[in-house]
Nanobody
């Protein structure tokens, strides 16, 4: 079993920056994929960014050039640096962990609100 603990959400003004962190614990395999998803009210949960244990990344088109996903394998932690935040980025952000062939594990979610 894997547990994910997120931190770093909050309120930020448009154009501002925020950094999310997610630490995984439990039965962690060295080869895995971690990522961030978000869900705004009335919308489906969508992929924001994912990163493999080897460092390969994928981003949603809407965040390319503004968000950067990274990870520290020694700490089993994934980060999401969010710059140039816009009101459309307002959502609950969820950390994920996945091993090929198994279900996703999810963090509790952290609220990110971009508003003046």
């Amino acid at each position: 079993q894997v547990q994910l603990v997120e931190s770093g959400g909050g309120l930020v003004q448009p154009g501002g920056s925020l950094k999310l962190s997610c630490a995984a614990s439990g039965s962690i395999f060295s080869i895995n994929t971690m990522g961030w998803y978000r869900q705004a009210p009335g919308k489906q949960r969508e992929l924001v960014a994912i990163i493999s244990s080897g460092g390969s990344t994928n981003y949603a088109d809407s965040v390319k050039g503004r968000f950067t996903i990274s990870r520290d394998n020694a700490k089993n932690t994934v980060y999401l640096q969010m710059n140039s935040l816009q009101p459309a980025d307002t959502a609950v952000y969820y950390c994920s962990y996945n091993i090929w062939g198994s279900r996703n594990y999810w963090g509790q979610g952290t609220q990110v609100t971009v508003s003046s």
